[in-house]
């Protein structure tokens, strides 16, 4: 890892300390927003209060019990399926595009205030751009993916024979494939957000084939920056569910305590993408195309 | 020799064991003979054999006519019944149809039939379906005579789809050969004038078929590996890169093969000794009334066709076969053959599938690798088909009219293996946290809207859901008799109803009458609701009460003269722990079958009174006086209503408990706020 990348990585971090707002402010949005669809869930899982057969609800899962309370009542599910459908869209084009744009504007401009009304600035600020970020990447990316998977679909077939059953480790390669173009794309968008706010492009199409660009130069250190705070974000994961795994819910103090932790593991995720930006506007900063040398001022004419 | 000591053998069983073999027969009567000698061209994927065909008629009538099965003949076009004029789509070139001719058909005497032949089209009258064949003879049949004719045909073998035809090089040769129905006297299964059963092949439809001597000579390429049913009588190499197989086996109904390059052939060996110990042999013996003797079971040779991407899962295929041979074997009666050969088959469409001592599975190279190794379908698709064996193989319904018979009596069978395998569990599915039993998985296809179509009709004939009315139906409703009947009675039905009907055609008024005699009860008003009707079963309690039972009041007749007891007077001598609690329940029942119920009142003192409701009305009040409150009631509480469409509604509690409604909201929230958070990373 690079000295570079180590900057990169320290200032995220360092970020996270620093903006503890903008992390609160990321997990009340994803706590609100959630409310929005788990809030309507809530009223329908009411009917469990007094089933008997609910209470083995209280130990574990039980599919095949939650299929009985659905079927019969197809509308409801429906429509809270329903409900999640248009929020997952919405989340996708409209939250999210705001909050990063949010974000990047705090880190990029420390210390206005109040935090708040700047943070709001910064999301409405660039939402236009971002929307049409969002949709170029996602084209992009999806035409890209689109022809890589028809040409591994004539090469697979040609090696391993139309219809055969593949083997897991090709199936794992296509897939990793796939994960890493993709994941190119998407650092792409990243960087071509940070390019917008740190100097103020208005050129979508243009910042993003340069943070293309970008990408590809830098490819081992953005990959490097996402992949440590997916591993920290990982690592917490691992460590709620060895702790969930472990912890009974049949009491009151146990399921308030495991609603406490679940609260808590999705502050240190908003913590980590608060992290995420951070060290991505600091490789950006560090690594950007410096501007071409200005010309030496000739001695005037005598 | 051989067949003088064979003779000497059976006569001696016979002696040892009268009433083991007078229960358990060990043969069929013969009522076919087949030689078969056929050659399977790779390249044209083309089949070409002759046949002879000897066929006794045991009835009293005179037959003038054969009537023949040509099931292949179901892929020959889109008009067939088979793909009932639908749209196939791209990829109909030449290699997807698959036919069979009947090149010449000539009796023993040389006399020739092939003239004689027309298609018949007993079921939709569809004139382009091919695959009944009727022969007009010269001269009938007499009454316990027999007849001999001689075909031979040529056969293209479709792509591979319902477990028939090529893929990759591979072949699955099933329902390949011209083939007789099954000539039913009146009487035979409820019929009320003698003819010929052969249905055409139908999308959900199987086999039916009479027993005999099967003697099938195989030639394929040398560099094939193959498995039949039967026994490999002997191999030769034809020195022209070819090489030709004998198989043979005696009392089975049907012969099928397999055949190609890359199978992984290994074998193994089920015994009767090592495989059973002494006490489940006398568990088994005690649970049916028989004799050691009569449970006891015979060595049999497993072999293993494997793809070579699937031989790590050889284990799993292998345990499941042994699990099936033994409990199929112990509750119902020993396999009878030497040999049982497993097919692991090439790709989706040759999926499980059973024919006489010889089955398809199928698994998929993901379930080597956790977390995939969770999902059992190998060996839920082997026990599955190897208890084809006995429900299909050795008690041999007709699957074109009463399906359930095989399908159904089958699935129960299966379910209770698995059980037996698994600790009572009978695990289908352990996916990421998530569970799905057997009983899970069956219970959940039922519904109070499955109104249409009974078990008992034939199996094209459905509206829709064939697959729930002749595999999931029947086994909720045997679950359900045996929770009600007891586990002892339910599994001595199971045996008697297949000692007696072993080798032979039975209907389901034949697993009836052996049901009612069995249990000693007539079982008549169970069937005819569940097994022949349509009606769904489903009770659920509509409310719960308690309440104390308030102090008399108003004018009493006593010794000492009328007494007036007001709201405000006390009772004298009544103290606050004597005083009762009223508890009601309110039990409906929200379709129009019904079954006796019991229902479980547990009070918040822990106390619990089981009541027992006929269950015939539409709904009913329970009531129960009593010193603590009602905390909960449960309609079914074991769950032996297994029909029982929905459990969720079979219990309610007075007091709303809604930890489990926060729990899993929480749960919930905290799986969106991990999905935003993922999209916004994404996007």
Request: contains cysteine; aromatic residues 12%; proline residues 5%.
């Amino acid at each position: 890892m690079t000295m570079c990348t180590l900057q990169a990585l320290k200032k995220g971090l360092n970020d996270i300390a620093v903006h503890k707002g903008v992390v609160f402010i990321l997990w009340l949005t994803d706590l609100l927003l959630a409310l929005a669809v788990a809030l309507p869930v809530f009223g329908w899982l009411g009917r469990m209060n007094r089933t008997v057969a609910a209470q083995s609800m209280l130990n574990g899962f039980s599919l095949p019990l939650l299929f009985d309370l659905g079927r019969y009542d197809f509308a409801g599910v429906v429509r809270i399926f329903g409900a999640l459908a248009c929020w997952l869209v919405f989340c996708a084009l409209v939250a999210g595009t705001m909050v990063s744009g949010g974000v990047l504007a705090v880190l990029a401009a420390p210390g206005r205030q109040p935090l708040f009304e700047h943070f709001l600035r910064g999301a409405g600020r660039y939402f236009g751009r971002f929307f049409r970020l969002l949709i170029g990447a996602c084209l992009a990316a999806g035409l890209v993916l689109v022809a890589i998977n028809l040409a591994l679909a004539v090469v697979i077939e040609r090696v391993f024979g139309g219809g055969s059953e593949l083997s897991p480790a090709v199936v794992l390669g296509q897939v990793a494939v796939n994960l890493v173009i993709g994941t190119a794309f998407l650092l792409a968008l990243h960087y071509a957000r940070i390019e917008t706010v740190v100097e103020g492009r208005s050129r979508m199409a243009r910042a993003y084939v340069r943070s293309l660009v970008f990408v590809y130069r830098n490819i081992l250190k953005v990959f490097a920056v996402i992949v440590v705070f997916a591993a920290l974000t990982g690592a917490v994961y691992l460590v709620y569910a060895v702790v969930r795994s472990a912890m009974p819910t049949t009491t009151w103090l146990f399921i308030l305590s495991l609603t406490a932790i679940q609260q808590t593991v999705m502050l240190a995720r908003s913590a980590f993408r608060v992290g995420l930006y951070g060290a991505e506007l600091e490789l950006f900063l560090l690594r950007r195309p410096k501007p071409p040398e200005p010309l030496s001022t000739l001695p005037p004419a005598p | 020799m051989i067949k003088a000591r064979m003779a000497f053998s059976a006569c001696l069983m016979a002696l040892c064991f009268p009433a083991a073999a007078a229960r358990l027969p060990d043969r069929a009567e013969a009522v076919v003979n087949y030689r078969i000698q056929v050659r399977l061209d790779p390249k044209a994927r083309q089949l070409s054999g002759q046949e002879r065909i000897t066929w006794r008629n045991l009835s009293g009538d005179e037959v003038s006519e054969l009537w023949f099965h040509l099931y292949l003949n179901a892929f020959k076009n889109s008009r067939t019944t088979f793909y009932g004029n639908r749209s196939l789509g791209p990829g109909t070139d030449g290699s997807f149809w698959g036919w069979v001719d009947v090149v010449s058909l000539r009796l023993d005497t040389g006399a020739d039939l092939t003239k004689r032949m027309t298609f018949e089209h007993p079921d939709d009258g569809n004139i382009h379906d091919q695959t009944v064949l009727r022969v007009k003879l010269p001269q009938p049949v007499p009454p316990r005579a027999q007849i001999s004719v001689n075909l031979s045909f040529r056969a293209q073998l479709p792509e591979l789809r319902f477990r028939t035809g090529h893929k990759d090089g591979t072949f699955m040769v099933a329902q390949w050969f011209p083939k007789l129905g099954v000539y039913e006297p009146a009487g035979m299964r409820g019929q009320t004038t003698g003819g010929w059963n052969c249905h055409q092949f139908h999308a959900h439809s199987e086999f039916y078929a009479d027993y005999g001597h099967y003697s099938t000579e195989i030639t394929v390429p040398s560099n094939f590996r193959l498995g039949a049913t039967g026994q490999l009588k002997w191999k030769k190499d034809n020195g022209q890169g070819e090489s030709t197989y004998l198989f043979e086996e005696d009392n089975i109904h049907d012969f099928a093969w397999t055949a190609g390059p890359d199978y992984v052939v290994i074998k193994r060996k089920f015994s009767g000794r090592a495989d059973v110990s002494p006490a489940e042999y006398r568990q088994a013996a005690a649970l049916l009334d028989r004799s050691l003797d009569e449970v006891r079971l015979s060595d049999v040779d497993l072999i293993f066709l494997m793809q070579p991407g699937h031989l790590d899962q050889l284990d799993r295929y292998e345990n499941a076969t042994r699990l099936a041979l033994k409990w199929y074997g112990l509750w119902y009666g020993r396999y009878p053959y030497r040999t049982l050969t497993i097919v692991d088959p090439v790709a989706v469409g040759g999926g499980g599938m059973e024919y006489p001592t010889l089955f398809t599975a199928g698994t998929n190279r993901w379930f080597s690798y956790p977390p995939f190794d969770g999902i059992r379908l190998p060996e839920i698709v082997t026990v599955h088909e190897a208890g084809h064996q006995w429900w299909y193989g050795m008690v041999g319904n007709n699957e074109f009219e009463e399906a359930w018979l095989d399908e159904g009596i089958n699935s129960y069978s299966c379910g209770r293996v698995l059980e037996q395998g698994d600790g009572g569990r009978g695990m289908l599915v352990e996916f990421l946290g998530l569970e799905v039993t057997e009983l899970d998985f069956i219970r959940l296809q039922n519904s109070p809207f499955r109104i249409y179509d009974t078990s008992l009709q034939p199996a094209w004939s459905y509206r829709s859901g064939y697959s729930f009315y002749s595999y999931t139906k029947p086994e909720l409703m045997l679950r359900t008799l045996e929770n009600h009947l007891g586990k002892r009675a339910m599994a001595r039905i199971m045996r008697t109803y297949h000692e007696r009907w072993r080798f032979r055609h039975p209907g389901s008024q034949d697993f009836i009458a052996v049901a009612n005699e069995v249990a000693g009860r007539d079982l008549s008003w169970f069937f005819d609701r569940f097994l022949k009707g349509n009606a769904p079963l489903d009770y659920q309690i509509l409310a719960v009460s308690t309440f104390p039972i308030p102090d008399p009041v108003g004018v009493f007749d006593r010794p000492q003269g009328k007494v007036t007891l007001r709201p405000e007077s006390k009772q004298p001598g009544t103290k606050p722990s004597q005083r009762k609690f009223r508890s009601e329940v309110q039990l409906a029942r929200n379709t129009a079958a019904w079954f006796p119920i019991d229902v479980l009142l547990t009070f918040e003192d822990g106390h619990k009174v089981l009541k027992h409701w006929d269950g015939k009305a539409r709904w009913i009040t329970l009531s129960e006086d009593y010193t603590s409150r009602l905390a909960m009631a449960e309609a079914d509480p074991g769950h032996k209503i297994e029909l029982d469409a929905n459990w969720a509604n079979n219990g309610r509690m007075v007091k709303p408990d809604a930890r489990p409604q926060v729990k899993w909201f929480s749960q919930v929230l905290f799986s969106l706020q991990a999905l935003l958070s993922l999209i916004s990373l994404l996007v």
